[in-house]
């Protein structure tokens, strides 16, 4: 796990591709746009079908062209949103500001959680829609198997998305920056410094002790003295 406020201490560091495909957020947004393909490539390639005795085709979810158009709307989406994340986390170690970081995570928090929102509806919705499609409405049983793995796959997209958002909350919550008092080294000022002093300076100049001058200046004045004999 990243250190730091969302790991800042590491800004400006080499990309390093093996260490960046082995970090659990970047293996969940992989499998989470691998999903994203199966959905919506497997209600393109066979979500449309039509009886013998009809020419135009209808969506194999009870023949509902909205669960159809939902599923493929949101597999595409997610598809386009893994891969918008994916340079992002490329390129989120050479983000210097804590600030900027911060942003970059919570949007990433933000975005999982939502598509999460939209995969557990879309399961319920594609699931419905399966469980009361008519028989007869496809007799010969064509896209069953596709429309199964789009259910299923929607199912399984709920959790990595939701453990995706998961999983950068608690590189948040474990960095410095959700505490307020935390500080933006780049954005400090300066920590003020003591003022020098000099011990030199620091004399007492109170009750200085005053060395007597010594006695060879007192021979030297009476030098020139002589004494007379009267």
């Not at 495909?21 to 490539?41: A, C, D, E």
Request: net charge negative; hydrophobic share 40%.
């Amino acid at each position: 796990m990243e250190g730091g406020a969302y790991g800042a201490g590491k800004a400006g560091g080499a990309f390093d591709p093996q260490t960046f495909l082995q970090q659990p957020h970047t293996v969940l947004r992989m499998v989470s746009w691998v999903f994203s393909i199966v959905v919506f490539g497997c209600i393109v390639n066979e979500g449309y079908l039509n009886r013998p005795d009809e020419v135009e085709e209808h969506c194999i979810f009870n023949r509902n062209h909205n669960a159809c158009n939902y599923g493929i709307t949101v597999g595409v989406l997610a598809f386009l949103s893994c891969l918008l994340f994916l340079a992002l986390d490329v390129y989120f170690p050479h983000i210097s500001s804590v600030k900027d970081r911060k942003k970059a995570v919570l949007l990433d928090i933000g975005v999982s959680a939502f598509w999460a929102f939209l995969w557990f509806v879309g399961f319920c919705f594609l699931a419905n829609q399966w469980q009361v499609s008519e028989r007869q409405n496809n007799p010969l049983n064509e896209g069953a198997d596709a429309a199964r793995a789009a259910i299923t796959f929607s199912f399984f997209s709920i959790f990595t998305w939701a453990f995706l958002a998961y999983q950068r909350y608690r590189i948040g919550a474990d960095s410095a920056l959700f505490s307020q008092d935390y500080t933006d080294p780049s954005q400090d000022s300066g920590t003020p410094y003591a003022p020098y002093t000099n011990e030199e300076d620091d004399t007492d100049t109170v009750g200085t002790y005053q060395q007597p001058p010594p006695a060879d200046a007192f021979e030297a004045e009476t030098q020139g003295y002589q004494t007379q004999n009267y």
